[in-house]
């Protein structure tokens, strides 16, 4: 559905960046349902469902950055019991984050529920969150410039290593953090208020990654 009706970003970057066609994903995903209902085909029907309700619970459809962590969540736990395998689940911090979360861009919600939180009380210390970061850099589409200072990216961007990497479940990292979020809306002027916000460093991550520069992805036709 997203590659149909507007290329391949989601449809939140979409309406950032200026691209976005117009008509709200779901509703188009909303009519193709109409159309298969009336045809047979109970797997069909059933896909489309799920297409339809992905669309609704999207971050541009409830209108949320946070997006519906619990039943977002619900998907990888029940993903992981019906096969019982391992799952690494790959997210922005935001919905990694092992605690509620309160983001710059929502702190009149305060600390929401993240998909990661919700992992945690499921699994307890089983669910491992990880938080990959960096200091500044060029992400080929805007240049990301250096934190503020008070915030965790610039703690770990004081060492003026090119890479390390912390496990805080060896302690020493109380108490409250900022760090910044970047995420497929991130734009320089709205520096300030790109980030979020949890209670505990520790409660929140388990492992911290940081690069100190990071630069475009350059393709390989090899």
Same mark, same amino acid.
């Given at each position: %559905?997203?590659?149909?009706?507007? =290329?391949?970003?989601?449809?939140?970057?979409?309406?950032?960046?200026?691209?976005?066609?117009?008509?709200?994903?779901?509703?188009?995903?909303?009519?193709?349902?109409?159309?298969?209902?009336?045809?047979?085909?109970?797997?069909?029907?059933?896909?489309?469902?799920?297409?339809?309700?992905?669309?609704?619970?999207?971050? !541009?459809?409830?209108?949320?950055?946070?997006?519906?962590?619990?039943?977002?969540?619900?998907?990888? +736990? !029940?993903?992981?019991?019906?096969?019982?395998?391992?799952? !690494?689940?790959?997210?922005? +911090?935001?919905?990694?984050?092992?605690?509620?979360?309160?983001?710059?861009?929502?702190?009149?919600?305060?600390?929401?529920?993240?998909? =990661?939180?919700?992992?945690?009380?499921?699994?307890?210390?089983?669910?491992?969150?990880?938080? +990959? =970061?960096?200091?500044?850099?060029?992400?080929?589409?805007?240049?990301?410039?250096?934190?503020?200072?008070?915030?965790?990216? !610039?703690?770990?961007?004081?060492?003026?290593?090119?890479?390390?990497?912390?496990?805080?479940?060896?302690?020493?990292?109380? =108490?409250? %953090?900022?760090?910044?979020?970047?995420?497929?809306?991130?734009?320089?002027?709205?520096?300030?208020?790109?980030?979020?916000?949890?209670?505990?460093?520790?409660?929140?991550?388990?492992?911290?990654?940081?690069?100190?520069?990071?630069?475009?992805?350059?393709?390989?036709?090899?």
């Amino acid at each position: %559905m997203r590659d149909q009706v507007g =290329g391949q970003h989601d449809e939140h970057v979409q309406r950032a960046r200026g691209l976005h066609p117009g008509r709200p994903f779901a509703e188009h995903a909303r009519d193709a349902l109409a159309i298969v209902e009336q045809s047979p085909g109970a797997l069909v029907l059933e896909r489309m469902r799920l297409i339809v309700d992905f669309h609704q619970r999207s971050v !541009a459809g409830r209108d949320n950055h946070a997006g519906d962590a619990r039943t977002w969540a619900g998907s990888i +736990i !029940a993903h992981q019991q019906r096969t019982g395998r391992r799952v !690494a689940y790959w997210d922005g +911090i935001a919905h990694t984050s092992a605690a509620p979360a309160t983001l710059g861009l929502a702190p009149h919600r305060g600390p929401q529920p993240t998909v =990661g939180s919700v992992l945690r009380d499921h699994y307890g210390t089983r669910y491992v969150s990880a938080a +990959i =970061g960096f200091h500044h850099g060029d992400l080929g589409t805007v240049t990301v410039p250096a934190p503020a200072p008070d915030w965790l990216d !610039a703690r770990l961007g004081a060492t003026d290593r090119p890479a390390h990497w912390l496990d805080l479940r060896d302690g020493g990292w109380d =108490g409250p %953090m900022r760090a910044r979020v970047i995420s497929g809306v991130y734009h320089p002027s709205r520096d300030a208020a790109e980030h979020l916000a949890v209670a505990s460093l520790p409660d929140a991550f388990d492992v911290l990654v940081h690069l100190r520069q990071v630069s475009p992805v350059r393709w390989s036709t090899a």
